[in-house]
């Protein structure tokens, strides 16, 4: 069994939350990092820009949230735009992946597939759609990399960046986002999961967090070690942060 590092639940804005995942695959890749799990909120509310997005809609830099503007922050990943709030977003850092990306996809998947279950969801690999590239939206489309419920609505979407041996995936977990906020931001409404806990925001988090925990553990053959960041930590990441500045930030 290995030993995973499994780091608290983070709320960090979303320039943070990418450095800090960049910096744990390429400390991984050196050697000085084991794999990770993490889960994290964006404080404040923000879009997120796949890193091969060049096309967005221009009045996203004047939507505010909670009287703050929505930061559009650039993903060391792939994929379509996504907007966090009121979501849970999951990151692994691991290697000895399988060289197929869709393999691999689903290798790192399989724990959020088996969480879920745990919680009385049943999902399923989304099917390519025709238009993915043309949708700004993320969660306008799934692809075979993503996680949709039976009625096909999507519940996770995630991106992945492979370097080396090593590979970065997250994905956004749309738990209790405003329908508002997404139709001014995209146009159209959310689609909205019908999930089985009726829990309040901070419970359902927990909740999903947990469920998803156990199953990593058992999916990875992984001893999950509960491994804060500390204070060396956070200055080598908000170094890095700064270093990547604009190439990370778009509007923040």
């Not at 001014?184 to 829990?199: I, K, N, W």
Request: with cysteine; net charge neutral.
């Amino acid at each position: 069994m290995q030993t995973w590092r499994l780091i608290p639940l983070l709320d960090a804005p979303g320039h943070v939350q990418m450095a800090l995942d960049s910096w744990l695959l390429t400390q991984h890749l050196q050697g000085k990092q084991p794999a990770t799990l993490r889960f994290y909120t964006w404080k404040p509310a923000a879009i997120s820009l796949g890193y091969h997005q060049h096309h967005w809609a221009k009045h996203w830099q004047q939507v505010t949230w909670q009287g703050a503007p929505l930061a559009l922050v650039r993903r060391p990943t792939g994929g379509r735009a996504v907007l966090h709030q009121g979501d849970l977003t999951y990151s692994v850092v691991t290697s000895g992946l399988p060289t197929n990306r869709l393999q691999a996809y689903k290798t790192l998947c399989e724990f959020l597939v088996r969480g879920w279950r745990s919680l009385g969801v049943e999902l399923q690999y989304g099917q390519v759609e025709r238009g993915y590239l043309r949708n700004p939206n993320c969660f306008g489309t799934a692809t075979g990399a993503d996680l949709v419920l039976a009625d096909g609505s999507k519940l996770i979407g995630s991106a992945q960046l492979r370097q080396g041996s090593g590979a970065l995936q997250h994905g956004s977990m749309p738990l209790f986002a405003d329908s508002a906020l997404f139709q001014q931001v995209f146009g159209v409404l959310p689609q909205r999961p019908s999930l089985p806990l009726a829990l309040t925001p901070e419970a359902l988090v927990e909740t999903v967090m947990q469920a998803l925990i156990a199953a990593a553990g058992e999916c990875f053959a992984a001893d999950l070690h509960v491994q804060p960041l500390s204070d060396e930590e956070w200055e080598a990441v908000l170094t890095h942060a700064w270093e990547e500045g604009k190439g990370n930030r778009k509007g923040e």
